[in-house]
């Protein structure tokens, strides 16, 4: 059984209130823009303090594809969402009872649900929908 | 009477046979799919690389720039790991920049009002590539 706990480092590209949101339900995540140390460092150089700090990295539209990420790494996509409904698919993710599942590996969260990858595939579809005024 | 139908570059004529003019059925098709790809393609005039773009709408915003060790290439506001498509985004959201600098704390007016000009320019550089062709033409001799 995977452990709950996990330890986020959020990048500078989440905006204010969705990291605000964030940082309420995960009291131990980080974020970037707030930092001194991590503020205005570059992909390899954020991945690295992850990594040593053994932090799960989560950013919007940004993958860090070719970047080693061994905590892993959670995406969310900007795609025709405001910030409050990304906030609600994070919180319903975060509620789903499969975040565990994410530990070292990349997860996918978009309108349709959350994915899980590297390694055996995880799907979940949003049933009901998070965001009450989503089509 | 002499009846050819002309499907793309491909014709055929009555006196083929039906394999033959399926064929070149197929083959049309094939060209009609292969012209809508190519139209799908983004050109830019004289067929400059978007690369090229980014690199002459940058030089006339300060505030972006382009580093592959951020956000994987994507134009950013200097500085910083916010890309120029997030700082649009927010704009979007909020519908004004006062908006997007809730989103975006840290950054400037100026900064934000450079992204919107760089999307102006890269957009006014670009182009699709248009092709017309004539599907069907029918001649009677």
């Known amino acids: 059984m995977s452990s709950l706990q996990l330890r986020l480092l959020l990048d500078e590209s989440i905006p204010n209130p969705l990291a605000r949101g964030i940082l309420r339900v995960s009291r131990s995540a980080v974020y970037v823009r707030t930092h001194p140390k991590l503020k205005g460092k570059d992909d390899h ?7 040593d700090d053994r932090r799960m990295i989560v950013a919007l539209d940004n993958d860090y594809k070719g970047i080693s990420v061994t905590a892993g790494i959670i995406k969310m996509n900007a795609d025709r969402t405001d910030e409050g409904c990304l906030l609600k698919l994070f919180l319903a993710f975060w509620r789903s009872g499969h975040r565990g599942k994410a530990k070292r590996r990349r997860t996918y969260v978009t309108n349709a649900g959350f994915r899980i990858t590297n390694g055996e595939e995880f799907v979940h579809r949003w049933q009901p929908h998070p965001c009450a005024h989503h089509d | 009477m002499f009846n050819c139908r002309k499907v793309g570059r491909f014709s055929v004529s009555d006196s083929d046979s039906l394999h033959s003019r399926n064929l070149a059925d197929r083959r049309a098709r094939m060209f009609i799919e292969m012209v809508a790809a190519k139209q799908r393609v983004r050109k830019t005039p004289g067929n400059i690389p978007i690369s090229e773009v980014y690199k002459r709408a940058v030089r ?12 994987q290439g994507r134009p950013c506001i200097s500085g910083t790991s916010i890309p120029v498509h997030l700082v649009l985004w927010a704009v979007e959201q909020h519908g004004s920049i006062d908006g997007a600098l809730k989103s975006y704390p840290d950054l400037v007016p100026e900064q934000v009002k450079d992204a919107l000009y760089f999307a ?3 957009m006014g550089s670009t182009e699709t590539e248009s092709v017309s062709v004539v599907t069907t033409t029918t001649l009677t001799a």
């Open chain 2, 60 to 71: 006339a915003c300060p505030s972006i720039s382009v580093n592959p060790r951020r956000q």
């Open chain 2, 120 to 122: 102006e320019l890269v």
């Open chain 1, 45 to 51: 150089d954020l991945a690295k303090e992850a990594n």
